[in-house]
T-cell receptor, first 114, second 111 residues
Framework: NAGVTQTPKFQVLKTGQSMTLQCAQD?????MSWYRQDPGMGLRLIHYSVGAGITDQGEVPNGYNVSRSTTEDFPLRLLSAAPSQTSVYFC?????????????FGEGSRLTVL | GQQVMQIPQYQHVQEGEDFTTYCNSSTTLSNIQWYKQRPGGHPVFLIQLVKSGEVKKQKRLTFQFGEAKKNSSLHITATQTTDVGTYFC???????????FGAGTTVTVRA
């Protein structure tokens, strides 16, 4: 049981490049979410999903796209990277909604945009 | 999103001492969760509080939910070096799917 797996762990991009952060969970959780963590700002919700085919915006969705074609996977896409997107990204999943039960986090993906 | 204030931002503690970190919300909460993140690690769930005035203990950690369900506290007794890390509160409001995190209290311990 691997839990929540994120790839890559580290990535450096140039401004304007695109990339996808991968997230997979093997706990059969319906709820999945993406957070970004910046110094002094805690974790901010980017997008979340309550099941396959259903996604919604969080606090800071601009510049990011998501899709949920399967229960297991919830990729986060940066269409045109900007320096302001330099951050640590965490994927998290839960049996229930994010506020209704324990969130299980992946180990994080550290992204630097030059 | 919900406004959540966590104080203090930094806590420097002598090993063996007690300390408390606080989490305050501008709105009434359905529940509150606490997470711990070790340096370089990912957040790990500690506990969830649901009832007004609820108090829960985990060994040296005591969690409390305010009577008005607008604030919470985490008290650690006899701090150890293993307590180093950042403690986040996370608030659940009217939308069960959105969990709002505080900025965290970063704890360092002097041996």
């Amino acid at each position: 049981n691997a839990g929540v797996t994120q790839t890559p762990k580290f990535q450096v991009l140039k401004t304007g490049q695109s990339m996808t952060l991968q997230c997979a969970q093997d706990m059969n959780h319906e709820y999945m979410s993406w957070y970004r963590q910046d110094p002094g700002m805690g974790l901010r919700l980017i997008h979340y999903s309550v099941g396959a085919g259903i996604t919604d915006q969080g606090e800071v969705p601009n510049g990011y796209n998501v899709s949920r074609s399967t229960t297991e996977d919830f990729p986060l896409r940066l269409l045109s990277a900007a320096p302001s997107q330099t951050s640590v990204y965490f994927c998290a999943s839960s049996y229930y909604g994010g506020a209704a039960g324990e969130l299980f986090f992946g180990e994080g993906s550290r992204l630097t945009v030059l | 999103g919900q406004q959540v204030m966590q104080i203090p931002q930094y806590q420097h503690v002598q090993e063996g001492e007690d300390f408390t970190t606080y989490c305050n919300s501008s709105t009434t909460l359905s529940n509150i969760q606490w997470y711990k993140q070790r340096p370089g690690g990912h957040p790990v769930f500690l506990i969830q509080l649901v009832k007004s005035g609820e108090v829960k203990k985990q060994k040296r950690l005591t969690f409390q939910f305010g009577e008005a369900k607008k604030n919470s506290s985490l008290h650690i007794t006899a701090t150890q070096t293993t307590d180093v890390g950042t403690y986040f509160c996370a608030l659940g409001g009217s939308n069960d799917y959105k969990l709002s995190f505080g900025a965290g209290t970063t704890v360092t311990v002097r041996a």
